[in-house]
């Protein structure tokens, strides 16, 4: 059985939610349109946790500071009732992770990277830890008595002679021995010193002192842990570094540091979530397959815990992602928490699934492997919480007018709001809906999109557009929260964003048939997109502009090396090279999942499909927009090789490199970094577009 939906009466919720925020002919019209520094302005939530009684709702809320170089944490209570307006609990720069205690009178949470209990009776917090390593990853015990966490710590120094010189001198020099040794910011690796399972005792006594042991050790980073229903022992899994996307070993940890191997487990795995019964465990996971594919669909997996056990595959005939897949440049900042939760009897698991370009609540019977859909509607479902007797349920939820709210939703999946924290700014802003299109592409396949037209459209005038890319390249685009989505239909541009080839929640099939062919076929998808949108007749074919990041990058810059089409082109943290990039990314690609070899051994299918090959037939004016910091698509694999060829030729080009930033600047950059990085993309269509001078860029 695959799926059915479980609920028809949330079809027309964003629609409904949306109304509160957008204009509506023969209403004031005195809304604003969006720009690019109400960001300045945005409140963004997440990691809702609701009390064991059901009443209340704990979520982590985030601003930017007010050097707005950075971003405050605070963690907020809400009332399920909905009979008061949320209430800041616990403040501070550095403050997230609330989780409540099982008796629902304490909230553990982090603090400055060490954890913290807040007791709800007194209002008042004590430092649990001071561990060098930072403490994460906290679970409360069963009973309430313990919490587990990890730290990382020193690995057993290995044996040297030193000379009497060196003893006072601390090397700031990098040994490296591993093929993964960058972070994706700045920093390396620290590969003498891995994280590992601690376990504290909470003390009756305010005043105790807290001392929290190291249950497990070794050269393996230890992660997730996971208590059995009875108190008794602790799960929790590891793998080596080269092999996470390949295997994980499950094990079985006794509160003196015994420790057991169940399982190994023949894929990566994460959300480890232990049945009530402690019989089973639950967990995220994608098929292994030799060769690898480039892209695995995420599928919901339970596995009895015993030794040598087979994880069973609930989700094999539910040909959508398991897990949340989409992409929003306002979804990443606070939507922490997301998981897997058991119903008390053991019969489900809740989950979200990314289908379509919309992300749904769902439960999965572990008997029949049915699927039912529990919400509905053109949204996108961040994270959930839910009560332990699995009635009620807190979610986040985004629309694409609406940036993150809190909303509970019963289990026949009626829906009511709890939170509105951007209302001060929405209230202001003339927001619109996208429209939903598809079509068939040049091979008769189909592709879903969107087109978000400006405030007060009419179809009569021609409008220049603007199509933008996802990353990925096995990204997807949704019904969600894109600023600069909103800012560009502001700015009098049509956009069209589509979800092509390769892109999550639309099958195994879809997604890995560009593994050996990206970025050809998928360029090829959204080129007959634009052409779909203009014979609708409103857009001006002189005035067509292209954007994207990361992938998205890669197929920017691949489409202009193949078309004029474009009047201009924004290419952000791409990539222009495939060797350079095997070479000096981040993460060591060593498998063979977008080349079947290394580029030593097949120089020629690297050149074939790297967009640098293509650089003297590139005539659009492009800006290249790169992170000083980014190490996943180094900037001299990317847009620094595309711009310094170039110059040479006297092409119109211009680059832009923020400090300190990585390959997540769009979505949780330094603030005032989001901020311009939105206002020179715009910047640049505006001038090789809309006629507006931008002297800056040259000429």
């Not at 074919?541 to 009047?567: C, E, N, Y």
């Not at 030729?649 to 490199?657: A, F, G």
């Amino acid at each position: 059985m695959k799926y059915k939906p479980i609920s028809l009466t949330l079809t027309l919720f964003c629609w409904i939610a949306a109304a509160e925020f957008v204009t509506i002919p023969g209403q004031s019209q005195t809304k604003r349109n969006i720009n690019e520094t109400d960001l300045f302005e945005f409140v963004w939530i997440g990691d809702p946790q609701i009390s064991p009684d059901g009443s209340r709702v704990v979520f982590y809320r985030v601003v930017p500071n007010q050097e707005r170089s950075g971003y405050n944490g605070s963690i907020w209570l809400v009332e399920t009732s909905g009979g008061g307006a949320p209430v800041e609990l616990i403040t501070g720069k550095s403050v997230s992770g609330a989780r409540w205690s099982p008796d629902g009178q304490s909230l553990l949470y982090r603090r400055d990277g060490q954890l913290a209990l807040f007791s709800l009776r007194t209002k008042e917090s004590r430092t649990l830890t001071s561990v060098p390593g930072g403490a994460a990853g906290a679970v409360w015990s069963p009973d309430g008595n313990r919490v587990a966490f990890v730290s990382s710590t020193p690995d057993q120094p290995a044996a040297s002679v030193k000379s009497p010189a060196a003893n006072d001198h601390k090397s700031d020099v990098h040994v490296i021995t591993e093929s993964n040794y960058h972070t994706s910011g700045r920093g390396y690796l620290n590969n003498t010193s891995h994280q590992h399972v601690w376990v504290l005792d909470i003390p009756n006594d305010p005043n105790e002192s807290v001392k929290p042991h190291q249950l497990t050790n070794g050269n393996l980073d230890d992660n997730e842990p996971a208590w059995a229903p009875d108190g008794s022992h602790l799960y929790f899994m590891n793998a080596p570094e080269d092999e996470q996307f390949t295997k994980r070993f499950l094990y079985s940890l006794s509160l003196e540091g015994q420790v057991k191997k169940i399982a190994t487990i023949p894929m990566g795995i994460f959300h480890l979530a232990i049945s009530p019964d402690g019989k089973q465990a639950a967990f995220h996971g994608a098929v292994v397959t030799q060769p690898p594919r480039s892209y695995s669909q995420f599928d919901l997996w339970v596995m009895e815990l015993k030794e040598n056990a087979t994880p069973r595959n609930l989700t094999a005939d539910y040909d959508f992602d398991m897990n949340n897949t989409i992409t929003g440049d306002n979804n990443n900042l606070a939507t922490n928490g997301q998981g897997l939760r058991w119903s008390p009897d053991g019969r489900f698991v809740f989950d979200v699934s990314s289908k379509r370009g919309r992300t749904i609540l769902v439960r999965v019977d572990t008997q029949t492997s049915a699927v039912e859909e529990i919400t509905n509607g053109d949204q996108a479902v961040l994270n959930f919480s839910l009560t332990p007797d699995a009635r009620t349920f807190v979610t986040v939820i985004s629309n694409p007018v609406m940036n993150a709210d809190l909303f509970l939703i019963a289990s026949d999946g009626s829906q009511r709001r709890l939170t509105s924290v951007n209302e001060k700014l929405w209230s202001q802003l003339n927001l619109t809906l996208p429209e939903e299109l598809t079509y068939r592409s040049f091979d008769g396949r189909e592709i879903q999109g969107w087109i978000q037209k400006p405030p007060n459209f009419d179809p009569q005038q021609k409008y220049p557009l603007i199509l933008q890319v996802h990353g990925g390249p096995h990204g997807a685009w949704g019904w969600t929260f894109n600023h600069e989505f909103q800012l560009m239909a502001a700015r009098g541009y049509v956009v069209l964003y589509v979800n092509p080839r390769g892109s999550f929640g639309y099958g195994q099939e879809f997604g890995n048939i560009i593994q050996y062919n990206h970025p050809i076929d998928d360029s090829r998808d959204l080129m007959v997109g634009i052409d779909e949108v203009a014979k609708r007749g409103y857009i001006d074919p002189k005035r067509v502009g292209v954007a994207g990041g990361s992938a998205g990058g890669m197929v920017v810059d691949w489409i202009v090396g193949h078309t004029d089409r474009f009047a201009a082109a924004v290419s952000s943290r791409d990539i222009s090279n495939w060797e350079t990039w095997w070479y000096t990314t981040n993460a060591a690609w060593f498998q063979p999942v977008w080349f079947k070899s290394p580029p030593f051994q097949e120089p020629e299918a690297y050149a074939a499909r790297s967009p640098i090959t293509f650089v003297e037939k590139i005539h659009t004016p492009i800006m290249f927009i790169e992170g000083e910091d980014d190490h996943l698509a180094p900037s001299y694999a990317g847009g620094e090789q595309l711009f310094r060829a170039l110059k040479y030729l006297k092409r119109p080009t211009v680059m832009i490199i923020f400090p300190r930033e990585n390959h997540g600047l769009h979505t949780f950059g330094e603030p005032w970094h989001r901020v311009e990085r939105l206002q020179h993309l715009m910047g640049w269509f505006d001038q090789w577009i809309m006629g507006v001078s931008h002297p800056e860029y040259g000429a």
